[in-house]
């Protein structure tokens, strides 16, 4: 089991940037691939990127491809999003998650562990 937590959003003006954190307990966040998601109020929770449990392969949404890097540091058990060139469209609120090794997952059911989440407000 593992739990995570979110930290690092706040406001910015449209074409900054932010570096979100995932911190998570336990000694077996290794063993997790980790994924981003976000949520804009009255839309669906949707995938925004993904990494191996190795780091070695990441995915994207195609909204944020060249923007946004997707980063984990197992030692220190935190994952990171970094967020370029942000876009009001980019505001909602980020979750990080944790599922199980195997093919990354793009779909919310592939995750079986959720922070509570980070608000991310981008001004125009």
């Known amino acids: 089991q593992v739990q995570l937590v979110e930290s690092g959003g706040g406001l910015v003006q449209a074409g900054g940037s932010l570096r979100l954190s995932c911190a998570a307990s336990g000694r077996t966040f290794s063993t997790y691939n980790m994924g981003w998601f976000r949520q804009a109020p009255g839309k669906a929770r949707e995938f925004v990127a993904g990494?191996?449990?190795?780091?070695?392969?990441?995915y994207y949404t195609d909204s944020v491809k060249g923007r946004f890097t997707i980063s984990r540091d197992n030692a220190k058990a935190t994952m990171y999003l970094q967020m370029n060139s942000l876009k009001s469209e980019d505001s909602a609120v980020y979750y990080c998650?944790?599922?199980?090794?195997?093919?990354?997952?793009?779909?919310?059911?592939?995750?079986?562990?959720w922070g509570q989440g980070t608000q991310v407000t981008v001004s125009s």
């Open positions: 990494i191996s449990w190795g780091g070695d392969s990441t």
């Open positions: 998650a944790a599922g199980s090794r195997g093919s990354v997952r793009v779909d919310r059911s592939g995750y079986g562990y």
